[in-house]
């Protein structure tokens, strides 16, 4: 039987403690996917711009609520000029820019105020994320929700008699509006960020965790686990097309 080129896998089942039903893609959680920010990113300009280094910061990033705010203002107070590029600017106007409801991290230059360049003594790369690992936490616990979630994508939606379905899957071009369709590129379609040692679920698993809760990331990871001694998830459409 002939799969689609798209095809993706799905798995759902009930929540253990909540009326919610999970569609969980486990094409994606099975990937070889991992972030090659620095080894072969190229950006999300309209051409390629591996040599910028700005990976999808390019933008910076929209604060989800206060919470989120307040993490990361909290954790800026933390990051040290020899972690952080940008750090005077931020002590002069903040890191946060508020326009209105929304609510986006401040660019330096056209980028993320928190991503330091190329030619920064202590490399390129997200401030936020250095300072965590340095200071042993996860990059959650410092960076903008957004930042530290992708490309895990969970989209809730409630019906009329209050059930709750959550799906999980990746990020894809569609999900960033007209915006996605200027991209050159995007890691969950080159086949290139798919490399990883580790699938998914095991690479990003304190991620996933917090994004779905402990009891829930346990059944996807065992579910998996089984799997992976059987027969394995559908691999993923752009692995398939590399292969071909």
């Known amino acids: 039987m002939s799969i689609p080129d798209d095809a993706h896998e799905w798995v759902s089942f009930g929540d253990p403690e909540e009326d919610r039903t999970w569609v969980v893609d486990v094409t994606f959680l099975a990937s070889a996917w991992k972030c090659i920010y620095n080894e072969g990113c190229q ?53 946060v820019k508020r326009q209105g409801e929304d609510l986006t991290t401040r660019l330096v230059d056209d980028a993320c105020i928190f991503l330091n360049r190329p030619g920064f003594a202590g490399g390129p790369g997200c401030a936020l994320h250095r300072a965590a690992l340095e200071a042993g936490v996860p990059p959650r616990h410092y960076k903008p929700d957004v930042c530290w979630q992708l490309p895990v994508r969970r989209e809730d939606a409630t019906d009329e008699s209050g ?31 798919f490399v990883s040692a580790q699938p998914v679920y095991l690479s990003l698993a304190d991620e996933l965790g ?20 059987r027969s394995a998830p559908l691999p993923h459409p752009v692995v398939r097309r590399a292969r071909s």
């Not at 059930?163 to 991209?183: K, L």
């Not at 009891?215 to 089984?226: N, Q, R, S």
């Open 163 to 193: 059930h709750v379905t959550s799906t999980v899957t990746q990020w894809e071009r569609r999900h960033w509006g007209p915006a996605g369709d200027e991209f050159h590129w995007w890691c969950t379609e080159a086949p290139e960020a």
């Open 210 to 229: 917090a994004l779905l809760g402990p009891a829930v990331y346990k059944m996807i990871a065992g579910y998996l686990d089984a799997r992976a001694g």
């Open 43 to 95: 950006g999300v300009f309209t051409g390629p711009a591996a040599e910028l280094a700005e990976g999808c910061c390019s933008y910076g990033a929209h604060l989800s609520d206060k919470k989120d705010v307040r993490r990361v203002e909290a954790a800026t107070k933390k990051l040290t000029p020899s972690q952080f590029q940008h750090i005077k600017k931020a002590q002069r106007v903040g890191v």
